[in-house]
């Protein structure tokens, strides 16, 4: 399923040339080049510890790169202004709701401090996204009386609220069980089509990843082994990127 | 501990930029003060009883024995005004409140809850430093204003219950009184003013910087109590030397 056509042509592209990064000496992303094309759901794949999570925080601008450039729609993110131009949202991997606000208003955060609605209009919206990830009515809960998979989507619907061009999903999946995560699926998917945003899936998950993605990139120790559709990738040469689809297969 | 003076500068600017802010963000200062209120006013008012008891018991019968009963009421009231009042209630604070503060933020750091606030283009400053520090730098002068008067009292009080000093409640606040002018009490209500300045904008900062885990927010909070309880004495001298007349 490559870019449906999408119905409005919201999402940006995304352009990644030879970024590095590294930790008190430790190089965790090692030269990474790809680009996403606006309304792409483009799903990153690989080991604990290759640097995918480091990798998003790059493209939402929490890390700046040692070297390297990430272009959006042409222009480099550390440009003064760029940041701001385009909605981007990330779903972080352990959720990072405020603890000390209720889950509806971790949800209309972003709409009730920048002002974008009435406190009426922002309450609807809230419930309505928290009904799409399968939360209705848990508006009044602390982030605190979750599990950690309600955690997670809570997150998810905290992103969409921004209605987002670029968005940012680690690990979307990884607390939730079979149902669920067919549920974020579909959510990712639905979103890509209704507001044709580009989509960034970090995943573990081979159903999510090889369901939802328009192509797929295999990740290891900060570098790229692999990037194509998913059946490219399902017939990849290089025995790294088997080893890790199957062993993704046995533990199924 | 003082290398991050500059980073402090440079936050407390930003904040100072954000105060056309304030009133967006009533509510969460509102909150703050509230919350401050509700966890220290208890504390302050004994605190501040006892500190105002304690003068009186120490410089009472030392007065009385030379004849100079009459000036009790002036040294306990001058010194809890301009002196013991705004230092003591700040260390309170910076233990009760900044500390609380560090904690928070700090854990919203580790816990990237800021990151996520900074991805939904929420500034970290304005979100959470400028209701902090503008609802103690209203809470903290209205706290001292409350602990000189009770401090007062519970000076009034040992002065006229203690056999040794049995100095009258109408002569200690006639003392008082004749030594201690408005001004005095401005002065110690402006120093109070300038250490939640400080408490706030350490406390803060030493959250915003905190990393590497729950160790981090244990670290972080010492060290926010402990910087801010020394600055509090240190610019305490250098305020009663500007503020002298
Ligand atoms: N702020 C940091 N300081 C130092 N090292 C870091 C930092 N962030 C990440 N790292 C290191 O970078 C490497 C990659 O981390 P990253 O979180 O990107 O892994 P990941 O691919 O997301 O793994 P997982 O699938 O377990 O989430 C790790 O070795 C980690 O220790
Ligand atoms: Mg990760």
Redesign the interface.
Known sequence: MMNAPASQSNGVSLRVRGLRKAFNGQEVLRGLDFEVAPGEIFVIMGPSGSGKTVLL?HL???EAPDAGEILLEGRPLQAPGV??RYR???V?Q?G?????LTVGQNVG??LA???LRPPGEIARITSEKLAGVGLAGTEDKMPSELSGGMKKRVAIARALV?EPQLILYDEPTSELDPLSAVVIAEEIVRLKERIGVTSLVVSHDRDLAFGVADRIAVIHQGQMRAIGTPDEVKRHPDPLVQQFLQAGFKRQ | MFQNIGELVVLFGRTLAALPLVW?QRQKILDQFFEIGVASLLMVCILSFFIGGVMALQTGPLLVERGLGSYVGAIVGYSIAKELAPVLMAVLIAGRIGSAMTA?IG??RV???I????????NPVH?LVLPRLTALAVALPMLVTIAIVVGWMGGALVATANARIAVSFEAFFHALRSAVDLLDVLNGVFKSFMFALIIGMISCHQGLITRGGPRGIGRSVTKAVVNSIVLIVISDYFLTRILLK
């Open positions: 925080k939402i601008g929490l940041m701001n981007m949202a990330m972080f352990s990072a709701l405020l603890n000390s955060l972003y401090e920048h002002r921004i | 967006r928070e854990s919203m816990y990237q809850e990151d996520a606030l900074r991805t939904m283009n929420i979100f």
